[in-house]
């Protein structure tokens, strides 16, 4: 339908995007920051590691005020590919979907309005103790999913944190889910070697072994996760008793995914994944694997492909860099879907070009 | 229509409350503080003046969470009169209306998701520079206001702050407004004198003279205001665009009223004031008068009457303790109208009694 890729459970996938066409969305995006992306190799989603911390808080920036306020130009990978917060902007600008920018835990504050839960930075996971206050997080995280709940037809909830999917392995990996090789990198070249070694020494550190925390998801996201995970988890938890509940990111997702359902599995029937085609056909991760061995819900796949773009900053997504981030392939299919399919891949692609142009005055 | 009571604008309020029958609301909370509130004999909102900087957060608390958390107990007045949170908290369960926790300037944060515009608390209006960064604050709640009216049908925007309705005086005053004894009071004893005499120390601090800020909202509110306000209004500059909006409070919804006319005066077809029978009814001050000098709006009142409870905590609002606070007055219209009259003032006075006695239990 539309241009949306079908992957795990094609069958409730095309359900749910019947169900939600025309319908109102709510897009959320959960920030937090870990000192795990500091770590020299680890994250691409800045141009150097120190200023990372930057990365999120600018994001949202450009989500609702359509520029950055607290960094010049946008986010940027090393090699100068900007933000995926560029997508997902273009797309809630087209659909005129509201936004709500929560706050897991931060360094540096956005210039715009954020929910607060309470939540502080996380620590490098190498320590084994990423976080102090997990699930009180996750508990104020609830009480705001369900009055979000009531707000919207749906919710789609993405996440910008550097260095997240090392801290994702590290859940994956401390509940005990086969993880090894499978998240994905904003890098093409995705350093699977150093971001092992980095969660087993968290594992070893905080005295667990593989699989310990498998029904205990607050001693592994406290453990070797990061503050955006029990955030992400308590707003899908709070919300989708009432309304269904698009996850939106990469491999990310698995994590939050796995915390939601060690908390409340009975959820996850009204729980989806929408991401991008960049993640779904990357060499170097495996988000299906991953989902299949946690709940048989849907992927959802947005269909972009910035092949044909006349700027090389967005041409490079074709090769693997980004993929993915601030829920760039949720917001994607929530305008289409709004839309009833008037927005299309190409009308985005125009509107992503036309900010691109203005944003970054090339 | 059902128990509402209609004033200024009548035609208008009716047509208002026609077309909001049955509706979705948004509810949302501002909460701030300003240290005038701790001027000995300025507020009842607390027990004692120094403890009213939890007041704002525990009332949110028993709004999310049916109880407090920051506080034993539910913040009273000196005399044990326990707050008009518990009157919003019943309406909004009763009616399922969600709720949105926006803090303009705190000094004690909430156990409760609260959505942060990078305000800080008020100080002491006898400095004559009571906010520094209005402006900010005003313009991250538009962008918060113009979101939230994408995801309802309209807004209830009430407010927490001691010490609020001197403030709201001295930016009445600064704005040219004839407010002097006309702004309420929580005690039933209004000590207009005391609140002259801060203000106009306040404005002779500021170098100001009555009236000299009427076109200028942002160096009233940041001379001899309070970091709700810029906040309030805010929002309601975001959403009436789009939503109808109730400004849920009593005689500080004047002074968040002038504020909102002063920045865009279109926006005033689409509000109006939501407050309680107590309000409306009190002979020490004159929300309809201070209305009328402003802006042809219209005022709803909802016609509680606690004189038939059996609890004398209750009872005392009769007596003209208390009267408005935390939106209860604009809750409990959304809650009749969201029901379309299922919910009387009846209805709700059982449901409030019955939080009563399990909250205080009594």
């Known amino acids: 339908m539309y241009d949306i890729i079908f992957a795990n459970n094609k069958t409730r996938g095309t359900t749910l995007t019947d169900q939600l066409k025309g319908k109102k969305p709510l897009f959320s995006c959960v920030i937090g920051v870990t000192e795990t992306a500091k770590i020299p190799g680890i994250s691409a989603a800045g141009?150097?590691?120190?200023?990372?911390?930057?990365?999120?808080?600018?994001?949202?920036?450009?989500?609702?005020?359509?520029?950055?306020?607290?960094?010049?130009?946008?986010?940027v990978t090393p090699e100068g590919i900007p933000t995926p917060a560029l997508i997902t902007m273009s797309a809630l600008k087209l659909a005129d979907i509201p936004s709500l920018v929560v706050s897991a835990g931060l360094q540096v504050k956005p210039y715009v309005p954020f929910l607060d839960l309470g939540g502080k930075p996380g620590r490098d996971i190498?320590?084994?103790?990423?976080?102090?206050?997990?699930?009180?997080?996750?508990?104020?995280?609830?009480?705001?999913?369900?009055?979000l709940s009531k707000t919207a037809d749906y919710l789609v909830i993405g996440e910008s944190i550097p260095g997240g999917t090392t801290t994702a392995l590290g859940i994956l990996l401390a509940m005990g889910i086969d993880a090894k090789g499978k998240v994905s990198s904003s890098m093409p070249?995705?350093?699977?070697?150093?971001?092992?070694?980095?969660?087993?020494?968290?594992?070893?550190?905080?005295?667990?072994?593989?699989?310990?925390?498998?029904?205990?998801?607050?001693?592994?996201?406290?453990?070797?996760?990061?503050p955006m995970i029990p955030a992400h988890a308590g707003l899908v938890l709070g919300a989708a008793d009432r309304v269904p509940v698009i996850m939106a990111g990469g491999t990310q997702m698995a994590a939050a995914l796995a915390v939601v359902k060690a908390s409340n599995s009975?959820?996850?029937?009204?729980?989806?994944?929408?991401?991008?085609?960049?993640?779904?056909?990357?060499?170097?991760?495996?988000?299906?694997?991953?989902?299949?061995?946690?709940?048989?819900?849907?992927?959802?796949?947005?269909?972009?492909?910035?092949?044909?773009?006349?700027?090389?900053?967005?041409?490079?997504?074709?090769?693997?860099?980004?993929?993915?981030?601030?829920?760039?392939?949720?917001a994607a299919m929530a305008a289409?879907?709004?839309?009833?399919?008037?927005?299309?891949?190409?009308?985005l692609l125009r509107e992503i070009e036309k900010n691109y142009r203005q944003i970054l005055k090339v």
């Open 47 to 75: 141009k150097n590691p120190d200023i990372t911390d930057y990365t999120p808080p600018a994001d949202v920036e450009l989500l609702q005020l359509g520029r950055c306020k607290c960094i010049p130009g946008v986010p």
């Open 126 to 147: 190498r320590t084994g103790r990423a976080l102090d206050n997990a699930e009180e997080v996750m508990n104020r995280a609830k009480i705001a999913g369900e009055n």
């Open 189 to 226: 070249n995705n350093p699977h070697e150093l971001k092992i070694k980095t969660v087993e020494e968290g594992l070893k550190a905080s005295g667990a072994k593989v699989g310990d925390f498998a029904q205990d998801p607050i001693k592994a996201v406290s453990s070797v996760g990061d």
């Open 266 to 330: 009975t959820v996850l029937d009204n729980v989806a994944i929408g991401t991008t085609r960049w993640v779904i056909t990357d060499k170097t991760s495996d988000l299906k694997g991953l989902v299949a061995e946690i709940a048989d819900v849907p992927i959802l796949a947005t269909d972009l492909n910035f092949g044909q773009s006349s700027f090389d900053g967005l041409k490079a997504y074709e090769a693997g860099v980004v993929k993915e981030g601030v829920g760039a392939g949720g």
């Open 336 to 347: 289409m879907l709004k839309s009833k399919g008037k927005i299309t891949k190409e009308v």
